[in-house]
């Protein structure tokens, strides 16, 4: 059980376009995820917090009107890193909390390269 | 803000050696601390998670001990095997489900 699935794996996009990746969890229901970015050799940097149904709340230092967040579902966010640069290229990861529970569970990543 | 301090950032053992990571947390009011494993370019594995009503945890080769008192949680290995090389990150939580990660332990067992 608590599964997270993550999409796209990989994606690799010309500067300036938006790139949008998806966090489903698959066997619970998630009322909350995270969004974190991780840097190489580095710890995970949350981003974001998603509540299904509300406004995401952002961590101090990351742009709301850049990395799009939308939890329409119990089981479905979304990140949308619009207009991206080099700059964001990173690996990004989704975590999930199961209804009522402490334990985040983390989807595979979503490595971005941006040229 | 709160924080949590992981230390050593990086250690090598021998195989069938012990290995012992630490971390101090600053929020008093965080009552649920996770260990995450994380090998290269995959996701972080919860390993082991321990809530402040107990002293210490133990799941096979793994353990993790708590000071409250001391904000002081640590994560014990025995019998360390080449798999155990990896990224360890240690976790206090902080509000509601909100993490703070600690910054990390790289191990290598060596064989």
């Known amino acids: 059980g608590a599964v997270v699935s993550q999409h796209p794996s990989w994606v690799i996009c010309k500067s300036g376009t938006s790139v949008k990746i998806e966090c489903r969890s698959l066997?619970?229901?998630?009322?909350?995820m995270f969004w974190y970015r991780q840097f190489p050799k580095q710890s995970l940097m949350l981003m974001a917090t998603s509540n299904e149904g509300s406004k995401a709340t952002y961590e101090q230092g990351v742009e709301k009107d850049k990395f799009l967040i939308n939890h329409a579902s119990l089981t479905l966010s979304t990140l949308t890193v619009t207009s991206a640069h080099p700059e964001d290229s990173s690996f990004y990861i989704c975590s999930a909390v199961d209804r009522g529970q402490e334990t985040q569970y983390f989807g595979p990543g979503t490595r971005l390269l941006v040229l | 803000g709160e924080n949590v301090e992981q230390h050593p950032s990086t250690l090598s053992v021998q195989e069938g050696d012990s290995a012992v990571i630490k971390c101090t947390y600053s929020d008093s009011a965080s009552n649920y601390f996770p260990w995450y494993k994380q090998e290269l370019g995959k996701r972080p594995q919860l390993i082991i998670d321990i809530r402040s009503n107990v002293g210490e945890k133990k799941d096979q080769r793994i353990a993790v001990t708590l000071n409250k008192t001391a904000k002081h949680f640590s994560l014990h290995i025995t019998e360390t095997q080449p798999e155990d090389s990896a990224v360890y990150f240690c976790?206090?939580?902080?509000?509601?489900?909100?993490?703070?990660f600690g910054t990390g332990t790289r191990l290598k067992v060596l064989a």
């Open positions: 066997d619970f229901q998630a009322t909350t």
């Open positions: 976790a206090a939580i902080s509000g509601t489900y909100k993490y703070i």
